[in-house]
C-alpha cells in the first residue's frame, strides 16, 4: 500500500506515483477523500457510542454497586414475603399509586424491585421481601447508568438524536469499506499490513496504528452496528412493519423473516422495552410504542381477558404461569407487568441472558388462565437471528467472555479512531479539511455498487449522500502533486 513520507511534516497522503494510470490515480483520491470526510462525519457520533457502549456493557455490574444499599436484605429463617404479600403491602404503603411493573431479583439476596407511577412520575421501590420494608424509592431517570443509555440511544437529544445515531450507524459501514479498500495491499507481508512496522515515525507510525486496529475491529464494529439497528428508530421501524407484511400476506415462503412474537405490549401499556436494554433498563421507563419500538415488538396480537377485572389485579393468580418459566436452565430475568386497563392480560417477560430462553405468558387477570406462552420455538428465523444479535451485542449471549471481547473491540476501535484523527491532523494540507480531489476522480466501481446497495437497504444513508451534494456539487479543479 502506499504511505505517506515519514517526515512527521507531511502534510498530505501519499498520492499514486507517476507509473499509475490517471485513471487508478483518480480511484486513490476519491478514496482518500471519501474516507477522510466519513471519518470527520462519523467520529464524534461512533467515539460517544463505543465509549457509552463500553460503560452499558457492565450496566448490572454498576447499578448494583451503586445501589448496594437498596438491594441488601436482611435475610431470615423466615420465607421471604410473597409477590402477593409484597403488592398489598405496597398498595397500603402508596395508595395513590399505580402498580405498573415488578422485577424479580436476580439473587436471593437483593430486595425486589417494583415499578410504581405517581402523582410525580414513576418511581422505582426497592423492597426487602424478608422484612417486608422499603431501602430505597428513587426516580429511574436520575439515575447514573440511565444518562449513559439516554446517551447511547439517543444523544439526550430525543428523536432527532435517534436519527442521528442511525444515519451516522448506517456511515459507518461505508467508512469501514472505504477504509478496508484503502488498506488492501500490494504487497502482502506482516508489517505495515498485519502489524505496526517498529521504526516507523510520523505519519506512517499513525497510519499503522490507525489501518491495522481499525481492520481488527471492523468485522466487530459491522456486527454491532447490523445488530443494533433492529431498535433503530426509523430502520427498525420500517423493517418490522414489511417483515410483518410479507409474512402474513405473501404466504407461508415468507414465514422465515417473520417479528419475533415476543416481548410485545399493547397500545395501552407503557412500560420497558426487553431488548433495548440499553434505552429502559433497571426500571426506567420507556414507551414501546411509537418509532422507539424496536422490530421484533411490533405487530403482534395480545390476547385480551374474557371478562373485566373487578377491583384491582392480583399477582397472586400469576403462581402457576411463573412456575413454567425455565429458571433452572437459563437463570434470572423475569418481569411482570401489570395490566393497563380492565380487560388487559397480565405479562410474564422472561429475557435471561441467553436469547433461546426468551419466553412470554400472557395470563386473564381475571381468571389466571394463560392465554398465550410464546417461547423459542414459536420464533421464525429472522427472528432468532435477530434476538441472538441483540444479546451478543449487550454483552449476554456468552456471559463474562462476551462482555470482554466486546468490551476490547469497542477500545481498539477508540484507539484507532484517536490515531486516524492524528493522522489525518499530520496530512492535512494548509487551509484544506480533506485530501485534494479533481473532479473527474471517481470511486471504483464495485464500491460505487457498495455504497449504492447500502443506501437502497439503510435509507438515510441518502441524507449523507445528499449532504454531499448539497457542499460539493460543484467541485473545484485540483491538481494532483
Not at 499530520?426 to 455498487?449: E, F, I, S
Request: hydrophobic letters at 50%.
Amino acid at each position: 500500500m502506499t504511505t505517506a513520507p515519514s517526515a512527521t511534516t507531511s502534510p498530505a497522503p501519499a498520492q499514486p506515483g507517476a507509473s499509475q494510470n490517471p485513471q487508478r490515480a483518480g480511484q486513490r483520491r476519491a478514496l482518500f477523500f471519501w474516507h477522510a470526510w466519513s471519518a470527520l462525519m462519523v467520529a464524534p457520533v461512533l467515539l460517544v457510542l463505543l465509549l457509552t457502549g463500553s460503560l452499558y456493557l457492565f450496566d448490572r455490574e454498576f447499578d448494583e454497586a451503586w445501589q448496594a444499599k437498596a438491594y441488601a436484605v436482611e435475610q431470615s429463617a423466615q420465607p421471604a414475603a410473597t409477590l402477593q404479600q409484597q403488592q398489598d403491602f405496597l398498595r397500603q404503603q402508596y395508595p395513590e399509586a399505580r402498580l405498573n411493573k415488578v422485577l424479580l431479583p436476580r439473587q436471593a439476596s437483593q430486595a425486589v424491585r417494583w415499578q410504581l407511577e405517581t402523582a410525580e412520575g414513576s418511581r422505582l421501590v426497592y423492597l426487602d421481601p424478608y422484612q417486608l420494608k422499603v431501602n430505597a424509592i428513587e426516580d429511574p431517570a436520575s439515575a447514573p447508568m440511565a444518562l449513559v443509555r439516554r446517551l447511547h440511544g439517543e444523544l439526550l437529544a430525543g428523536p432527532v438524536g435517534g436519527y442521528l445515531i442511525e444515519w451516522m450507524s448506517c456511515w459507518t459501514l461505508f467508512l469501514l469499506l472505504t477504509g478496508a479498500w484503502i488498506w488492501w495491499p500490494k504487497q502482502w507481508r506482516l508489517a505495515g499490513v498485519f502489524w505496526p512496522r517498529r521504526r516507523a515515525d510520523g505519519s506512517v507510525h499513525w497510519r499503522d496504528w490507525h489501518a491495522i486496529p481499525a481492520l481488527l475491529a471492523s468485522l466487530m464494529l459491522a456486527f454491532l452496528v447490523l445488530t443494533g439497528l433492529p431498535w433503530s428508530i426509523f430502520w427498525g421501524q420500517q423493517f418490522a412493519s414489511i417483515s410483518h407484511d410479507l409474512s402474513h400476506q405473501a404466504g407461508p415462503a415468507w414465514h422465515w423473516i417473520a417479528p419475533s412474537p415476543n416481548f410485545h405490549l399493547p397500545d395501552t401499556v407503557t412500560a420497558v422495552d426487553p431488548h433495548a436494554e440499553h434505552r429502559a433498563a433497571a426500571g426506567s421507563e420507556v414507551p414501546v410504542t411509537g418509532a422507539a419500538e424496536p422490530w421484533s415488538a411490533q405487530h403482534q396480537h395480545v390476547p385480551q381477558g374474557s371478562t373485566a377485572v373487578q377491583g384491582l389485579a392480583d399477582i397472586q393468580r400469576l403462581a402457576p404461569a411463573l412456575a413454567l418459566l425455565p429458571l433452572d436452565s437459563f437463570g434470572p430475568g423475569v418481569r411482570v407487568f401489570y395490566p393497563a386497563d380492565a380487560k388487559a392480560p397480565f405479562k410474564i417477560s422472561y429475557v435471561p441472558d441467553k436469547a433461546e430462553g426468551q419466553r412470554t405468558i400472557y395470563v386473564d387477570a381475571n381468571t389466571g388462565a394463560v392465554l398465550d406462552d410464546i417461547g423459542w420455538q414459536r420464533y421464525s428465523l429472522a427472528a432468532k437471528i435477530v434476538e441472538w444479535g441483540v444479546m451478543t451485542h449487550l454483552g449476554r449471549q456468552y456471559g463474562v467472555l462476551n462482555q470482554l471481547l466486546n468490551l476490547l473491540f469497542c477500545l481498539v476501535a477508540i484507539g484507532a479512531i484517536a490515531a486516524g484523527l492524528r493522522l489525518w491532523w499530520l496530512r492535512r494540507q494548509p487551509g484544506r479539511w480533506l485530501p485534494p480531489r479533481q473532479h473527474t476522480d471517481r470511486l471504483p466501481r464495485a464500491l460505487q455498487l457498495c455504497l449504492l446497495m447500502l443506501a437502497l437497504l439503510f435509507p438515510l444513508l441518502w441524507l449523507a449522500l445528499g449532504l454531499y451534494a448539497l457542499l460539493w456539487w460543484r467541485p473545484k479543479h485540483v491538481a494532483a502533486p
